[in-house]
């Protein structure tokens, strides 16, 4: 190309805010799908459940799971999430099913299933502590990061860890095409707060950016692994520079988000709205200026118990917001789901949602072909 026609592709990817992928080698199709999902910021927000295909809850309110083609957002809607939130919770420790149940087979199965259907999957890992595996995900053994950056037996067997997430990764492949499928990885969320072992109590934001790029590198360099979008998200946040005071830098993560969750509904209400517009304003400046796709990587009001909430508050603080997707977590238990279900109280008002403030669920997002070649 010559000099002069590179210059002006320059010109106008800049202010578009094209950005490339931060893994130079991704698949074609894992980079089809970043560019699909550049494209779709301020189009239409993607609805996401967390594991909405795995299980869920009756009309009577009692739990059901693993039934194929089902999930609760189907049964309301008639389509399935856009995006399917996961865990590998516990793939780390050779288990079959994760910390909530969900065999880790079904998943790859269900994972194959929403790319096959035009849906996509994200990752999130609530492992156990490598420092001592005994330890849970929210066991807070002193200084596990600095340990594991300073000591090489517990490097190596951390890195033993980030092995077998490559192993899954590497073993989700469309039966049609081979090719792998492409998903969102988003490893140590929520590290605003401490309750995980990789808070912000636990480590130095330098030696929580180090970790971070450290465990990119070694999938992308020695594992080979090249199928993950990268996705950065915090907890609440107070202002940008909090924000990115453990942001590991633009070569290290593809989209920023952060979770948020509503509690003390309906009083907070207006805070909460407001708080979250607060936060949704910031992450879209961010993201322009560091060229990342944004999302509300979780959130939710548990059970649900305004029954307007979808177009009250979420659909306020969503609205202009450019984000790529929202998810809310998981249908646990009765007393304890975020996404509405038939018969539950905001079921009506999440349906409204979907067809008032353009929320995109399986078919809508299906029809836009996001890993079109
Ligand atoms: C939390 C709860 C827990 C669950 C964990 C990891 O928010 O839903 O029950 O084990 O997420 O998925």
Not at 79 to 106: M, Q, R, Y
Not at 240 to 268: K, Q, V, W
Not at 348 to 371: C, G, H, P, R, Y
Request: charged content about 20%; aromatic content about 12%.
């Amino acid at each position: 190309m010559k000099a002069k026609n590179t210059f002006l592709l320059l010109l106008c990817l800049i202010p578009c805010g094209i950005m490339a992928q931060i893994d130079k080698k991704a698949t074609p199709l894992t980079k089809q799908l970043y560019t699909s999902l550049q494209q779709l910021q301020g189009r239409g927000i993607l609805f996401g459940h967390q594991d909405g295909l795995a299980y869920g809850l009756n009309p009577d309110g009692s739990r059901w799971t693993g039934e194929s083609g089902r999930s609760d957002i189907k049964t309301l809607t008639g389509e399935h999430p856009a995006v399917a939130g996961w865990d590998l919770g516990h793939l780390e420790l050779d288990s079959t099913s994760n910390l909530d149940g969900v065999p880790f087979e079904l998943m790859r199965q269900r994972i194959i299933e929403q790319h096959q259907r035009g849906g996509i999957s994200t990752l999130s890992w609530h492992l156990n502590n490598p420092i001592d595996p005994s330890k849970t995900t929210w066991d807070k053994v002193e200084s596990t990061i600095p340990r594991i950056l300073s000591d090489k037996t517990a490097r190596r067997n951390y890195q033993a860890w980030l092995s077998k997430v490559a192993q899954f990764v590497q073993s989700l492949r469309d039966p049609q095409s081979g090719e792998l499928v492409p998903l969102i990885f988003r490893p140590y969320h929520e590290h605003t707060g401490s309750w995980f072992w990789w808070g912000a109590d636990h480590c130095s934001p330098e030696e929580y950016q180090r970790f971070w790029r450290m465990t990119i590198n070694y999938l992308r360099k020695k594992e080979k692994v090249h199928n993950l979008i990268y996705a950065y998200s915090t907890d609440r946040f107070n202002s940008p520079e909090h924000y990115l005071e453990r942001y590991p830098g633009d070569r290290f993560a593809d989209l920023i988000g952060f979770d948020i969750y509503h509690r003390n509904a309906p009083s907070s209400n207006e805070q909460f709205v407001k708080d979250t517009r607060q936060m949704v304003t910031w992450l879209k400046e961010m993201g322009k200026e560091h060229r990342k796709i944004t999302a509300i990587t979780e959130t939710g009001l548990e059970q649900v118990t305004v029954a307007n909430w979808w177009t009250n508050v979420v659909a306020p603080i969503i609205q202009g917001s450019d984000l790529t997707y929202v998810l809310v977590w998981r249908n646990g238990r009765p007393d304890h789901y975020y996404a509405p279900y038939p018969s539950q109280p905001s079921a009506q008002d999440f349906l409204e949602f979907v067809a008032s403030f353009n929320i995109l669920l399986e078919n809508k997002t299906a029809a836009l072909n996001l890993f079109k070649k």
